[in-house]
């Protein structure tokens, strides 16, 4: 069924489509139409960071920028859902056309540049849902505020959702924001969390609600680079690294029509640097500071291949886009069936 309505999705403009398969999803929620097409996921419940997840496949932020059918995600079978990323002020974005399916390498580019209604929307939507799902609440900058004073608007982010998330990600590599990435290094990557983990914890000493905060980090780094960066965040003691970002590489899209688009690469093109980096940031860490690994998930052998690289949990993104709730499925039965694997060991 799925790959039917994908079929004739996939004929439209590709930002339409996105925006059209949202709001038939949250519709077939309203309704109750998509448990017709969805079997209930068996829990398989994963501890990390303080939380309890109902299984290890969560969907990565940039799907749901608003936090307009998390609910629906949710239902899907989804262990977790993480909406945004949201900024201070409403945006819109680079200018269109800006994403771009590249079906013959299962991948997608895409240049948004934090395209999203602005916190206030997504507060006035996550402070009254009643999804009993983990909701994560991915937090970036605005296009018109300088890398010099971005803190303040991850501030102004954290402080808002900080009542209403099960866990905050500063974004901080998105490649479609000017700047942003240099925040990831040296001296600036530990003044932008400094503060946010500060907020953390006096939200924690006010109402005794620990929220735990994450970063993400890109794929396009060395190994000193991400051991650098590994360092500065378990030194800052943010509680998780999501690993990876889109990638600005083109390598694997060599020769394709929309190669030289600009914007960060998704799917199968990136999953070999999203496993690389977890598996740095493992064996440099230890387990000392828990990786959630997402970038170019298409089956359950691919889940497995970022659990056994490191990663605690897993997102999703494309491969959602590719291959829909089976997907879901399928990594869940993957990701149980290594955690038992081990267990017995």
Do not use: W
């Amino acid at each position: 069924m799925y790959n039917l309505a994908r079929s004739l999705l996939f004929k439209l403009n590709a930002e339409v489509s996105h925006e059209l398969s949202l709001d038939l999803l949250a519709a077939g929620h309203r309704i109750g139409v998509n448990k017709i097409f969805t079997q209930p996921i068996a829990s398989q419940p994963v501890e990390l960071m303080g939380l309890t997840f109902p299984n290890a496949v969560g969907l990565a932020a940039g799907l749901d920028k608003n936090a307009d059918v998390f609910e629906a995600m949710g239902a899907l079978g989804f262990g977790f859902v993480e909406v945004g990323t949201v900024t201070p002020k409403a945006q819109a974005g680079n200018p269109k056309p800006r994403l771009f399916r590249l079906p013959e390498h299962q991948a997608i580019i895409n240049r948004m540049g934090f395209n999203n209604k602005g916190l206030e929307h997504m507060v006035a939507r996550i402070a009254q849902h009643d999804y009993k799902g983990i909701l994560g609440v991915n937090i970036g900058k605005n296009l018109t505020t300088s890398v010099e004073d971005a803190v303040n608007d991850y501030l102004a982010c954290l402080e808002a959702v900080i009542p209403f998330a099960d866990y905050i990600t500063a974004n901080i590599s998105s490649p479609n924001t000017p700047g942003l990435r240099n925040l990831q290094f040296g001296d600036s990557l530990a003044q932008l969390i400094a503060p946010l983990v500060t907020a953390r914890d006096y939200y924690f000493d006010q109402t005794g609600k620990r929220v735990p905060l994450a970063v993400k980090i890109a794929p396009d780094m060395t190994t000193d680079e991400i051991r650098m960066v590994a360092d500065t965040l378990q030194e800052q003691k943010v509680d998780a690294i999501i690993a990876t970002n889109t990638t600005l590489s083109r390598e694997a899209v060599k020769g394709h029509p929309f190669a030289d688009e600009a914007g960060g690469l998704s799917g199968v093109p990136v999953r070999e640097a999203s496993t690389e980096v977890i598996r740095v940031l493992h064996e440099h860490l230890q387990d000392s500071l828990p990786i959630i690994g997402v970038g170019g998930i298409f089956s359950g052998k691919d889940t497995v291949e970022k659990l056994a690289a490191g990663a605690k949990l897993v997102q999703l993104y494309s491969g959602f886009i590719y291959r829909g709730p089976e997907l879901i499925r399928e990594s869940v039965e993957s990701a149980s069936a290594y955690y038992r694997q081990h267990a017995a060991k």
